[in-house]
């Protein structure tokens, strides 16, 4: 039988990485994710020989991964907020490149250097193309430390598999908070060659080259008909999204990641007090769940969308439900946390009781 | 006898004395005429050629006129964004270490925007060749003034020349890298000359041979570079002004060798 782990979430993120069989870790610290340079720092190399190196900022950390994740191997970083502003460029080279990669954000409250508590205010920068460039990355929101190890195996599946950029996009509170977490067996360390890499050149194929500049527009704009193409097929074949108590319910409760399971508490309070309430958690926040909240619109009679932030999400919610039913919102921000008092008290007063206008 | 079968004739194998490296590619050079990076792409092929590393060889382009170094160098090549080719580099050493892995790179890249990888992958002693070239000037973009610009050199960002209390002094980034201990061999080349070209691809395969023998730091190799386009010069002529302008002040040779390490 398996065994459980009392872990925190950075650690538990961390040994996943370990486990799934990444080469190689670039990164630089900050709160609230440094441990997850500390955990692989201690454990990694010795384990399977994984290369962790911590660079001298985020910006020589995304490069150095583009440089390793152009030899085919599996290669990660991960940093918080102000850190993966920096990565940016370098996330839209990769993109373009088409490198396969895991890039985590242990989000935390901003705008500038902001808090070290946990946030959701980097929903816009990691879901709608955080650098320049029209282009996408598959971000996963982990709402327990078990889906901060789950996902990372599932991210180097997908990175391969679309030979794209993965974002886990999780926050400071699931980073640090310890919970039980079952762990996946090893999976050993091996290359996955399949003719694009820059490895060194056999006399049998020409030279590889990994780049992003495409300078005439006809060939650039090939390229991006490509990637969109591809970022079609994501959309068609990687949503995932969990429903909960939605069959019968009159409102939904939506919130990604940790305040998923707030807004979870939040409509079993309203159940309790007779309340239809059910909850719509996305799970991949790119590709967007637009289907589910458009079908379970028909159903309702309104949205409460709650996230640590000022209303970001939100904005995908809207054009998912396209106007049927009506969408409110409540948020902290800053580095607040919301209770689940909090949201049934929004939810009764500007879903429910009836507003004035 | 017709003019073809005269040629035909002289086209021997016994006759041959200058041919493309087979690390070239086919592609034509798109640099200006007198530009010193055809020459030095071409000692780079030369040197694979001559020590057989083609498959083993991992390049490193920058952002700068040398962009499309990969269209020229018949290696596996990965394009940098501007000032992160030694990061890159280090990225790729790290998880191929039997690989030989070089960036290329422009004095604007290098030591402007990229200083901080500069140092710190020469500070790590990553095993990594990098090759810099100083022509004290931004190419691609037009000839804006660069870290490298000598004092009341004109560029279009310094029309009046560069007032070094107001835009700094140009920056020996060289015989900063040489001082720190993660690099075993940092030399000043040029290739304006013969001679000097000759030095140049032996500083560049002495490189190679130490990243292939010992895992003992960073080689880097400065070579300093014409820009007769924005220079406004001829090629003549913009060698004669790096002669008698760059010259003494990045003063060329070695300027750290394996040999004087403890």
Partial sequence: MSKLKLMKGNEALAEAAIRAGCDAYFGYPITPQSEVLEYLSREANKRTGMTVLQAESEIASINMVYGAAGTGKKIMTSSSSPGISLMQEGISYIACAELPCLIVNVNRGGPGLGTIQPAQSDYFQSVKGGGHGDYRLIVLAPSTVQEMSDFVKLAFELAFKYRNPIMILTDGALGQMMEKVELFEQQPREDIITGWETIGKPEDRPSNVITSLHIKPDKMEEINIHLQEKYKKMEENEVRVETIDCDDADYIITGYGLVARICTKAAQLARDKGLKVGVIRPITLFPFPYKTYFDIADNVKGILDVEMNAGQMIEDVRLAVNGKIPIEFYGRMGGMVPTPEEILEALETKLIGGKDE | ?262
């Fill in chain 2, 1 to 262: 006898m017709s003019e073809q079968t005269i040629i035909d004739e002289i086209k021997t194998e016994e006759n041959l004395v200058y041919k493309k490296p087979e690390a070239l590619k086919d592609t034509p050079f798109h640099y200006c005429p007198g530009c010193a990076h055809g020459v030095v792409h071409r000692l780079i092929a030369e040197v694979i050629d001559e020590m057989g590393i083609q498959s083993e060889t991992i390049g490193v382009a920058p952002v700068g006129c040398s962009v499309f170094a990969y269209n020229y160098i018949d290696v596996d090549m990965t394009e940098a964004a501007h000032g992160r080719a030694s990061a890159v580099a280090t990225g790729i050493k790290r998880v191929l270490p039997d690989r030989l892995v070089f960036s290329y790179q422009g004095d604007g890249d290098l030591a402007a925007i990229g200083t901080g990888e500069t140092i710190h992958t020469c500070n790590r002693g990553e095993n990594v060749l990098i090759i810099f070239i100083n022509n004290g000037i931004y190419g691609m973009t037009g000839g804006q003034m660069a870290p490298t610009t000598l004092e009341n050199m004109k560029s279009t960002t310094t029309p009046f020349g560069r007032d070094v209390s107001v835009m700094g002094y140009p920056l020996k980034i060289t015989e900063l890298v040489a001082a720190l201990p993660g690099t075993q061999y940092v030399t000043r080349q040029a290739v304006y000359k013969p001679g000097l070209v000759r030095k140049t691809k032996k500083a560049i395969r002495k490189s190679f041979e130490l990243q292939k023998e010992n895992k003992n730091g960073t080689c880097f190799i400065e070579v300093v570079a014409n820009c007769p386009s924005n220079w406004k010069m001829t090629p003549v002529e913009s060698n004669k002004w790096l002669e008698e302008n760059m010259l003494p002040f990045y003063q060329l040779g070695d300027i750290k060798t394996p040999n004087g390490r403890k």
